[in-house]
C-alpha cells in the first residue's frame, strides 16, 4: 500500500514540492525572509544625514521625523483591527504598498527629482513608508505566535531576531548594488522589502494548532543558521572597518549573505521529507481495504443485501444549535470592560486596555525603548559630533543591527526555557534588560574614549531583547483572541517615549547647544542651514536624563513582577495542549482519502 506513482520508495517530486509549500516549516521559512527585510527603519542613522543635509533641516526637525518613523513603526492598530477581519496575505500586500510609497517619494525628495516638500509632507511620507513595518509585523508575527502558542518566546525571538538582522543584511545588499550612494539606500528599502512581501504573500496563513513532538529542535536548527547568519555579518563588519571594500567585493560577501540567509529552507526540505515518510508508513499499516471486481458483484445470493447501502440519517441537531445560539447573549464589551477574566484566559481589547498589567507594561515600555530608540536613531549624529570618521557611522548601524538579533533571539530561547523549566517571570527578564541598558546609555553621556562600540552593542542587545519580551508579555497576560490588536497595543508605547526623549529632550538639548557653540563663533544660522554640535557636551545632558528615565522604568517593571509572580508559578501552556490534543484526536478518527491508497482487489470464482 502506497502513495499513487510512488511505489519505488521515492516521493513523487510534483506533490512533495505541493506538500513542502503548503507546509507549515515553510510558512516559517516565509515569514523569515518578510522579517529579514522588514527593520530598514532601523537604518535611519545611516541615511538620516542625508535627509538633513539634502532638506537643510535642524536637529529637532530631524528627530521630529524620527518621531514619526516611530510613530509608523510602532502604532499598527489599524493593521490589526484589519487582521481580525482579514487573512494575513490582505495585511501583508497592503503593508508591501505602503512601504514602496513612502520610502519612494522620501528619496525623490532627498535626490530633488520632486520640488521641496513641506515638513509635514515629510512626516507624512515617513509615517506612511515605517507603518508598512507593523503590517508586516502583524502578518507574520502575531500568525506565527497563533500557529506555534506553546513556543510563542522561542517563536517571537527568532522572527524579531531576523528584524533586528535586517539592517546588516540590508547594508551588504546596498553597497553591492549602489556602492556607497546612501541616498539610493532610501530607494532600496522601499523596493526590496515590497517584493518579499509580494512574493510570500500566499505562503503566510493562520492554520491549525497541532503538537509537533519535535518542533522545539527544529526551531533549534533555524536559531543555529541564524547564528551562523549574525557571526559571519559580525566577521564581514569588522574587516569591511578595516579595509575600504570595492563594490565587487561587497557583491561576494552580499551573495554569501543571501546564501546564508536560504539555507533555512534545506531544514523545511528535511523535515517535509521525513512527514512523508511517516505519512507513508502510517498507510501501510492501515488495513487493506477489499472491493469487489464486476465478475463477482455479479454473482450475489439473492435476497442477499451485498451491494446495498443503509441510508445515513444526520441528526436534526442544527435548528436545535441555532436556537440555543441565539438564546445565549453575549454581554457587550463596554460593560465588561472593568470585569476582566483570570490572567492568561482570552481579554477582550477594552479590558485589556483598562487592566492595570496594562498600564505598567506601557509605561515600562515607554521608559526603556524610548531611551534605547533615541540612541539608535541619533547614531549618525552621536558618532560625528564625538569625532569618529564618518564611514564608522555605518559599522555603529550595522553593531545595532546584529546585537539587536542577539538581544531579541537570548530573550526569547532563553526566556522559554527558564520559564518551562524553572517557572522563571518574563516579566523579570524585562526588568534585567531595562536596568542593563543604562550602562549604554551612561557611556554615551561622558563620551568615553572608543566607549561607542561598547555602547552601540549594549544599546542594540537590549532594544532587541525587549521586544519579543513585551510581545510574549502580552500575549501570556491577555491571551490570543484579540492578539494582533493587542500586540500593537503594546507597541504604540515605543513612539510615545521616542517623541518625548528623543524629540523634546535629545534633540532640543542638542540644538541648543549647538546654537550656544555657533554664537561663541560670532556667527549667526541662516534659514535651511545644516545645524551640527561638536563634543561630548551635546549629548551629555540629554542621555543622563534617559538613563535616569530607564532606571523608573525598570522600577515601574518590577511592579509587574510581584503582581504577575503566581500566574507565572502555575501551568500557562495548559490550555494549548488540551487544545492541540483534541486537535490531533480530531485528525486521527478523519477517514483516510481514497486517492491515497491503491485499493487490494479480490476475485472471487
Given amino acids: 500500500m502506497v502513495f499513487a506513482g510512488e511505489s519505488s520508495g521515492r516521493p513523487n517530486m510534483g506533490r512533495f514540492a505541493a506538500q513542502v509549500i503548503t507546509s507549515r516549516w515553510f510558512f516559517v521559512f516565509g515569514t523569515i525572509l518578510i522579517m529579514s527585510a522588514a ?81 509635514w509632507q515629510m512626516y507624512l511620507y515617513m509615517y506612511i513608508g515605517a507603518n508598512s513595518q507593523s503590517f508586516a509585523n502583524t502578518g507574520g508575527l502575531v500568525t506565527s505566535v497563533k500557529n506555534f502558542p506553546e513556543s510563542r518566546g522561542v517563536v517571537l525571538g527568532l522572527l524579531k531576531g531576523f528584524v533586528g538582522l535586517s539592517g546588516a543584511i540590508i547594508t551588504q545588499l546596498y553597497h553591492a548594488v549602489y556602492n556607497n ?107 487493506k481495504l477489499e472491493v469487489l471486481t464486476e465478475k463477482s458483484e455479479s454473482v450475489t445470493e439473492p435476497g442477499s443485501n451485498q451491494g446495498k447501502t443503509e441510508p445515513v440519517t444526520k441528526p436534526e441537531t442544527e435548528a436545535e444549535e441555532t436556537s440555543k445560539e441565539e438564546e445565549i447573549k453575549e454581554p457587550s464589551c463596554w460593560t465588561t470592560c472593568f470585569q476582566p477574566p483570570n490572567r492568561g484566559e482570552d481579554f477582550t481589547i477594552l479590558q485589556a486596555l483598562f487592566s492595570l498589567d496594562m498600564l505598567i507594561l506601557f509605561i515600562a515600555t515607554i521608559c526603556g525603548i524610548g531611551g534605547t530608540l533615541t540612541a539608535i536613531d541619533n547614531l549618525g549624529q552621536i558618532s560625528k559630533s564625538l569625532g569618529y570618521p564618518k564611514k564608522n557611522a555605518s559599522t555603529f548601524i550595522s553593531l545595532v543591527s546584529i546585537w539587536n538579533y542577539s538581544g531579541r533571539v537570548v530573550a526569547g ?46 544599546i542594540g542587545f537590549c532594544f532587541g531583547s525587549q521586544w519579543p519580551l513585551i510581545y510574549a508579555i502580552v500575549s501570556e497576560l491577555f491571551g490570543l483572541k484579540y492578539y494582533s490588536t493587542l500586540y500593537n497595543v503594546g507597541a504604540a508605547a515605543s513612539p510615545v517615549g521616542a517623541y518625548l526623549l528623543n524629540v523634546r529632550v535629545a534633540g532640543y538639548l542638542y540644538d541648543k547647544e549647538a546654537n550656544k557653540q555657533l554664537r561663541a563663533l560670532g556667527l549667526v544660522r541662516k534659514e ?52 492541540a490534543l483534541a486537535a490531533e484526536q480530531e485528525m486521527a478518527l478523519a477517514p483516510v482519502a481514497p486517492d491515497a491508497i491503491v485499493p487490494t482487489t479480490t476475485v472471487r470464482d
Fill in 39 to 119: 527593520g530598514a527603519t532601523y537604518m535611519f542613522g545611516l541615511y538620516s544625514p542625508d535627509i538633513k543635509e539634502s532638506l537643510g533641516y535642524d536637529q529637532s526637525t530631524l528627530n521630529m521625523l524620527s518621531f514619526f518613523k516611530d510613530l509608523g513603526t510602532n502604532v499598527g492598530l489599524v493593521s490589526g483591527l484589519i487582521m481580525e477581519v482579514c487573512p494575513p496575505s490582505v495585511v501583508l500586500g497592503m503593508g508591501a504598498i505602503l512601504n514602496f510609497f513612502g520610502y519612494f517619494m522620501i528619496w525623490l525628495a532627498v535626490e530633488k527629482k520632486i520640488s521641496k516638500p513641506k515638513v
Fill in 413 to 458: 530561547f532563553l526566556s522559554e526555557h527558564l520559564l518551562k523549566k524553572y517557572k522563571f517571570p518574563r516579566t523579570l527578564v524585562l526588568t534585567l534588560s531595562l536596568l542593563l541598558s543604562c550602562v549604554g546609555h551612561l557611556l554615551i553621556a561622558f563620551g568615553v574614549p572608543n566607549g561607542l562600540y561598547f555602547a552601540s552593542v549594549i
Fill in 181 to 287: 550612494d546612501s541616498k539610493s539606500l532610501i530607494l532600496m528599502i522601499g523596493w526590496l522589502p515590497t517584493v518579499v512581501n509580494f512574493i510570500f504573500l500566499g505562503t503566510v496563513r493562520n492554520m491549525k494548532v497541532v503538537r509537533i513532538a519535535n518542533e522545539l529542535k527544529v526551531f533549534y536548527r533555524l536559531l543555529y543558521l541564524s547564528i551562523g547568519l549574525a557571526g559571519f555579518l559580525m566577521i564581514v563588519i569588522i574587516i569591511q572597518k578595516q579595509f575600504n571594500f570595492s563594490q565587487g567585493e561587497y557583491g561576494i560577501t552580499a551573495a554569501a549573505t543571501v546564501a546564508l540567509l536560504f539555507l533555512p529552507l534545506a531544514v523545511v526540505i528535511r523535515e517535509e521529507l521525513q512527514n512523508w515518510r511517516n505519512k507513508r508508513k502510517a498507510l501501510e499499516n492501515l488495513p
Fill in 528 to 579: 535651511g542651514q545644516d545645524l551640527n554640535c561638536d563634543g561630548v557636551v551635546c549629548f551629555r545632558l540629554a542621555f543622563l536624563i534617559i538613563t535616569a528615565v530607564t532606571f523608573g522604568g525598570a522600577l515601574i517593571s518590577a511592579i509587574l513582577v510581584i503582581r504577575t509572580r503566581k500566574f507565572y508559578k502555575s501551568d500557562i501552556y495548559k490550555k494549548f495542549r488540551e487544545e
